[in-house]
Every structure is written in structure tokens, then in C-alpha cells.
């Protein structure tokens, strides 16, 4: 039953510092994808990655946040330093795109972050 | 910009009632939609996904239509169970995969 998993599932940290999430995403999805979840703004797309390669990062605060993909099985976003505004659920996602057609997303359980 | 709204935002029935969602999109020009369920604390699971070149899909009780040229989309559930409670994001494609999400409806099936 293939699915993407996320770590760690919840982080609580003080604002201020590094904060790193991670993803593996579905074996085989050339897509990838984070979003961040709050009760305001609902989901927002942050970055997604096509093949390893950024392809758009317009939705992530530049200043703060970066997203990796330094291989095929793993996704990074990292905050530094972290905000309490950046509390909320981070979600990974994955998919494929093939030729001109696109299929279905495949969220990851998130991960909830916490900033004092 | 694509904006996407979703009405009822709440939406409570008795167990075996058939229910309709409903979804609506600013911008006519997308790949497909997805509809997504979320239980609390949890994940999003994917339903159905529905092409733009097509009109319908079913899985199950469910069935999503899309209406695309007036930006519509429903999610039918047909005799809805208290196991349905979740809540039901829509979320359209506007190319390379990037979705737009909806707000949500909150839906609660009593038994």
C-alpha cells in the first residue's frame, strides 16, 4: 500500500530556530509538493518539485523557508529561524505527470508544527 | 486568480439522507478536479478526480460532476453514513498540477 510519509508528525520549538520536515514521497510520483494548513488561510501551496527540480516556490516566504529535493526518495522544507506565525500542519503530496495528462495527489499525514 | 468557493461551509443529516456538495471555481480554464475528504487531525484522502473533459465520475456512493464552462462541481453521497463525517475539500488543477483548494464543508451524519 504505497503512501507518502512525513516526519516527524509533530514538532513543538521556540521561535528562533531551525526547523526541518521531511518527505518520501510515493515510489515512482515524479511530482511533489508542500503545502501549509491554518485555520485562516486554509491550504496554500508553498513549493512543488518536478523531477528534483523546483519548478515554483512563488507561495513560500523566501526569506525564511527553503525546500529541497537532494534525492528522488526525500523532500525537505526548512524554516530558519521560525515565526510563531509559522505554526500550522505542513502537508507533503505526490503525483504524476505524464505527457499532457496529470492524476490524482497523495497526501502525506502532515506535520504539525508548533512555535512558541 | 482562481478562486475557489465551497457552500454549504457546514452541513449536518440524519444517517441514510443523500446529500449534495457543492463546489464553485472562478476561472474555467483547468486540467481537472479533485476531491479530497479530511478527517480531523488527519490527512487529506483523495475521492475522485474528474478530467476536464469529463462530465462525471463515481466511486462507490460517490459521484462527482463537473460542470466546467459554468465553473460548477458537485459531490454527491448517496445514503450517507455517520461514517461520512469528515470534511470535504474540492481543489482544481490550473496546470503543472498546481491546485486551489476550496474552504471546505464541514459535513457531520448523525445516527
Known amino acids: 500500500d504505497a503512501r507518502v510519509t512525513q516526519t516527524p508528525r509533530h514538532k513543538v520549538t521556540e521561535m528562533g530556530q531551525e526547523v526541518t520536515m521531511r518527505c518520501q514521497p510515493i515510489?515512482?510520483?515524479?511530482?511533489v509538493f508542500w503545502y501549509r494548513q491554518t485555520m485562516m488561510q486554509g491550504l496554500e501551496l508553498l513549493a512543488y518539485?518536478?523531477?528534483?527540480?523546483?519548478?515554483?516556490d512563488s507561495g513560500m516566504p523566501k526569506d525564511r523557508f527553503s525546500a529541497e529535493m537532494p534525492d528522488a526518495t526525500l523532500a525537505t522544507l526548512k524554516i530558519q529561524p521560525s515565526e510563531p506565525r509559522d505554526s500550522a500542519v505542513y502537508f507533503c503530496?505526490?503525483?504524476?505527470?505524464?505527457?499532457?495528462?496529470?492524476?490524482?495527489?497523495?497526501f502525506g499525514p502532515g506535520t504539525r508544527l508548533t512555535v512558541t | 486568480k482562481q478562486e475557489v468557493t465551497q457552500i454549504p461551509a457546514a452541513l449536518s443529516v440524519p444517517e441514510g439522507e443523500n446529500l449534495v456538495l457543492n463546489c464553485s471555481f472562478t476561472?474555467?480554464?483547468?486540467?481537472?478536479l479533485q476531491w479530497f475528504r479530511q478527517d480531523p487531525g488527519k490527512g487529506l484522502t483523495s475521492l475522485l478526480l474528474?478530467?476536464?473533459?469529463?462530465r462525471e465520475q463515481t466511486s462507490g456512493r460517490l459521484n462527482a460532476s463537473l460542470d466546467k464552462s459554468s465553473g460548477r462541481s458537485t459531490l454527491y453521497i448517496a445514503a450517507s453514513q455517520p461514517g461520512d463525517s469528515a470534511t470535504y475539500l474540492c481543489?482544481?488543477?490550473?496546470?503543472?498540477?498546481?491546485?486551489?483548494f476550496g474552504t471546505g464543508t464541514r459535513l457531520l451524519v448523525s445516527p
Open positions: 503530496a505526490s503525483g504524476l505527470v505524464a505527457g499532457h495528462s496529470s492524476y490524482e495527489q497523495y
Open positions: 481543489a482544481v488543477n490550473t496546470g503543472f498540477q498546481k491546485l486551489v
Open positions: 476561472d474555467s480554464a483547468i486540467y481537472n
Open positions: 474528474i478530467q476536464s473533459s469529463q
Open positions: 515510489l515512482g510520483h515524479n511530482t
Open positions: 518539485f518536478r523531477n528534483r527540480a523546483p519548478l515554483d
